[in-house]
């Protein structure tokens, strides 16, 4: 049964934001009565290993004509001078927050950022989302069951 619960968790953080991603692992293991000090760096380690796999297939579709054509588009000057002034720190903290990781990598190796220069900022940029979901959905929960625990308790 907890084997099949860390599955569910490894899952949901492996998907993407806009399906479920951190936020419903995060959720689930409050749901389950996870310890945090395990949830979170599980949440984080595999929603890494989704953004590698991520941002290294990104970099092997650009070899494909018809992906690299459309990778032309997507260079044009100002996105060069953005990746150019911000690099992949700030794409993986504030662009994440903005639109999510996968975008963002996609963009970035796209734009001809090397994987060697994205390892680290994907990792500390999972770790501090990894913690914000966990909180905002903590602060959630809290807030739908403790008002209506108070009302049961009253019963």
Same mark, same amino acid.
């Given at each position: 049964?907890?084997?099949?619960?860390?599955?569910?968790?490894?899952?949901?953080?492996?998907?993407?934001?806009?399906?479920?991603?951190?936020?419903?692992?995060?959720?689930?293991?409050?749901?389950?009565?996870?310890?945090?000090?395990?949830?979170?760096?599980?949440?984080?380690?595999?929603?890494?290993?989704e953004g590698a796999l991520v941002a290294y297939l990104a970099?092997?579709?650009?070899?494909?004509?018809?992906?690299?054509?459309?990778?032309?588009?997507?260079?044009?000057?100002?996105?060069a001078a953005i990746v150019e002034r911000w690099g992949a720190?700030?794409? +993986?903290? #504030?662009? %994440?927050?903005?639109?999510?990781?996968?975008?963002?990598?996609?963009? *970035?190796?796209? !734009? @001809?950022?090397?994987?060697?220069?994205?390892? +680290?900022? #994907?990792? %500390?940029?999972?770790?501090?989302?990894?913690?914000?979901?966990?909180? *905002?959905?903590? !602060? @959630?929960?809290?807030?739908?069951?403790?008002?209506?625990?108070?009302?049961?308790?009253?019963?």
């Amino acid at each position: 049964m907890m084997l099949g619960r860390w599955a569910a968790i490894i899952a949901l953080s492996m998907t993407p934001a806009l399906v479920a991603g951190q936020s419903f692992a995060c959720a689930a293991g409050i749901a389950w009565n996870m310890d945090a000090w395990v949830l979170l760096p599980v949440v984080a380690a595999a929603s890494f290993v989704e953004g590698a796999l991520v941002a290294y297939l990104a970099g092997k579709t650009s070899e494909i004509r018809f992906i690299a054509k459309l990778a032309d588009r997507v260079r044009t000057p100002r996105a060069a001078a953005i990746v150019e002034r911000w690099g992949a720190w700030g794409g +993986l903290t #504030l662009g %994440v927050a903005i639109v999510g990781q996968e975008p963002v990598l996609v963009a *970035l190796r796209w !734009l @001809g950022v090397e994987m060697k220069k994205i390892w +680290l900022p #994907l990792a %500390v940029s999972n770790a501090i989302f990894a913690v914000i979901w966990y909180e *905002l959905v903590k !602060l @959630g929960y809290l807030a739908i069951v403790l008002p209506s625990w108070d009302l049961f308790k009253s019963i």
